[in-house]
């Protein structure tokens, strides 16, 4: 015996090593490996295109908005002059005369064909700051009174580098002598520019220094308030009845299928079904939130539907079984074991719903909740407008400083949604049961 046996074990081969994969095999499994690779990184592109759309969309809104949080204030000494101002009734007083003889004292050797431009450099609002004023303190009638108030418009986007001083003249509408006067009411200190509390605190005005919020935020809550009351229960009752109590027959088929399709049709035709049946036909107040939040309600139903039905299947066959296994009739088993386990599905579909009601624009402009309206609502009866409808009234108006504005209110609308969504995300993961 050789050692070559020996070692290799006795009467036993050499051992050889084998490659039992072809040629065509290798081929197809480099090919295979190819495809996958590329698959990979499409998929990778893709999303790295949508974070990129996302970025580019953010740093959009952030860049043009943020310049909206701040709001540019001049500080005033006014002269309440009894000439001016009748000391019986305060409220009769020539106010806007009283804001140029506050430019007479700021700028003493201002002509007196002057002082009118220079009062357009404080908004309208100024007049009737000081209006208020004297009148819940008359005795103020003859003092001097200081106010801060917000500049004009014009002179905003020149505190706020958006007009350009080394052009031409003609090019811009600030002259060289208005933007001097500016520049000295800086050199005295007049000039500050705080946080512009007036974007939420304000309703919507014609002058952009003195827009707000405040109607469109009230007027979306009442809308989404109207909203939620009609289309929870009501969607909540039709998905416990189409899942658990309806027979299965044709006609609850046609119902589901349905349902489905009314969840896919335009937001649009919603609102001119509002348009139709509560305005025309019914003769509902126009621009109103609660005629706004019955037409949500109607585009909310089909998802809130969908969504329950959801939550009541993914419920295991089991908890029924046993529930009924220990005597419980069919309503105690759906109200008492089956409900609350859905419940927290139940509520992330309804919220999510919500949300999308929330940046929905078309139905709400087809009811007139596009109107100007410079006043909160009190009731869900009065007039206003809705974040969505809002943004869409500044976008169109001409004025620079609605520009910033627009973007700002599209933040705000992003970040009520946002919020909605992640309470959504915080209800399911809290109270979701796996099973």
């Not at 295109?49 to 709001?71: V, Y």
Request: with cysteine; aromatic share 8%.
């Amino acid at each position: 015996m050789t050692d070559q046996n020996i070692e290799t074990g006795l009467g036993a081969a050499p051992r050889q090593d084998h490659d039992w994969a072809s040629p065509a095999f290798k081929a197809n499994l480099a090919r295979r490996r190819r495809k996958e690779t590329g698959l990979r990184l499409l998929g990778l592109s893709a999303i790295g295109l949508a974070f990129l759309m996302l970025g580019i969309l953010l740093w959009t809104l952030i860049s043009g908005g943020t310049q909206a949080f701040r709001q540019t204030h001049v500080t005033l000494d006014v002269p309440v002059l009894a000439e001016l101002v009748d000391p019986a009734d305060p409220s009769r007083g020539n106010y806007r005369a009283v804001i140029q003889q506050a430019m007479a004292t700021t700028f003493p050797d201002a002509p007196e064909d002057r002082l009118r431009a220079l009062s357009g450099i404080v908004s309208n609002s100024a007049q009737f700051v000081v209006r208020d004023r004297v009148v819940s303190d008359p005795s103020l009638v003859g003092q001097v009174v200081q106010i801060r108030v917000p500049v004009a418009d014009t002179y905003d986007q020149l505190m706020k580098g958006n007009v350009n001083e080394a052009s031409d003249e003609s090019m811009r509408r600030l002259s060289d002598a208005d933007i001097a006067a500016f520049r000295e009411l800086q050199a005295q200190g007049r000039i500050s520019t705080p946080l512009n509390w007036a974007l939420i605190g304000n309703s919507d005005s014609r002058f952009p220094e003195l827009a707000g919020l405040k109607g469109a935020i009230i007027g979306s809550f009442y809308a989404l308030l109207v909203c939620f009351l009609i289309s929870f229960p009501l969607g909540i009752g039709a998905a416990i009845y189409l899942e658990e109590f309806a027979p299965k027959n044709r006609i609850s088929d046609i119902i589901e299928v349905n349902i489905n399709n009314l969840a896919a049709v335009p937001s649009v035709v919603f609102g001119l079904l509002g348009l139709a049946v509560f305005l025309n036909y019914l003769g509902m107040p126009r621009s109103a939130p609660f005629v706004g939040g019955l037409v949500l309600a109607l585009m909310t139903l089909p998802t809130i539907i969908i969504a329950t039905r959801a939550a009541l299947k993914a419920v295991p066959p089991s908890i029924r079984e046993a529930a009924l296994g220990v005597g419980a009739s069919k309503q105690q088993v759906v109200f008492g074991h089956v409900l609350p386990l859905a419940m927290p599905g139940i509520l992330t579909g309804t919220i999510i719903g919500l949300a999308q009601a929330l940046g929905e624009t078309a139905p709400l402009l087809l009811i007139g909740m596009n109107a100007f309206v410079t006043a909160a609502p009190a009731t869900p009866f009065d007039a206003s407008t809705a974040l969505p409808t809002q943004i869409f009234i500044w976008a169109d108006s001409p004025e620079r400083g609605f520009v910033s504005r627009t973007s700002a209110a599209i933040l705000v609308l992003l970040g009520f949604l946002v919020l909605m969504n992640a309470i959504a995300i915080y209800l399911r993961n809290k109270f979701e049961r796996r099973w």
